[in-house]
DNA sequence: CCGTATCCTTAACGATACTG
DNA sequence: CAGTATCGTTAAGGATACGG
């Protein structure tokens, strides 16, 4: 990983394929997007992104804070308050996936109607 | 999912979390990529994504294909010819896809250094 | 309140043999 | 050539109880 010898998706050992999941992954898109739109406190952002559960979003918080895109502010206060915002990094990734996922959301209609014709086909 | 009921990927059984994960997924990502550079037979594509099974890629391609995002032409030769290209939704989702995986690919120094310092925390 | 540790179930995945 | 079918293994994921 250097000038020389780029980070390449494509091949199948280089680590930029770790960070892809992480960050790509079911919980991680969530994550980051949701942080996107400013910090939350754990219990808020388990909220914010229905459906995950403590084990996963813990997991998927440490990989993205491992990776440089996530800040953890600890508060040692009573009870415990931790605050999880984005690095200038996480906010660049966090716009992308967003790019990626109005996409989608745009054209559901249309992914659904594809979906249809397709089952219709294969199934009927 | 129309327009009084728009996607939102951060509700629970939302049809576009789905989509997001046939797109977003470890062979998704890679096979949207690697086709918005040009249409590819299916052993041509399995060697540009390094490591990928033909189970994974076969049912990926089929994934996508239900999704309106690519298209499979097939032609009744002898042996077999099959193609494989983007459609105009498919092909603007790569856009995107790509425009993240160059942000990862170009952060690589800077994301591996924040994974050694997390680790020689965590770890020592 | 913020998680981690544990257990358990399910689903993803890879290898490979085989067919049109 | 382009897959599908099958099998065995591994890893992901959810529930929840408990610790800091």
Chains 1, 2 share one sequence.
Request: aromatic letters at 4%; hydrophobic letters at 40%; proline letters at 3%.
């Amino acid at each position: 990983m250097t000038a020389r010898d780029p980070a390449d998706v494509f091949t199948r050992d280089c680590p930029s394929r770790a960070t892809v999941e992480n960050v790509s992954g079911k919980w991680g898109i969530l994550a980051l997007v949701a942080l996107h739109e400013g910090a939350f406190r754990f219990s808020a952002l388990r909220r914010r992104v229905d459906g995950v559960s403590e084990r996963m979003l813990s997991q998927t918080l440490h990989a993205l804070e491992r990776d440089g895109l996530v800040i953890r502010d600890v508060r040692s206060t009573i009870p415990p308050h931790v605050e999880y915002s984005l690095t200038t990094l996480g906010s660049d990734m966090a716009k992308r996936l967003k790019a990626m996922i109005d996409l989608i959301e745009g054209s559901m209609e249309e992914i659904l109607e594809a979906r249809r014709e397709y089952d219709s086909r294969a199934g009927g």
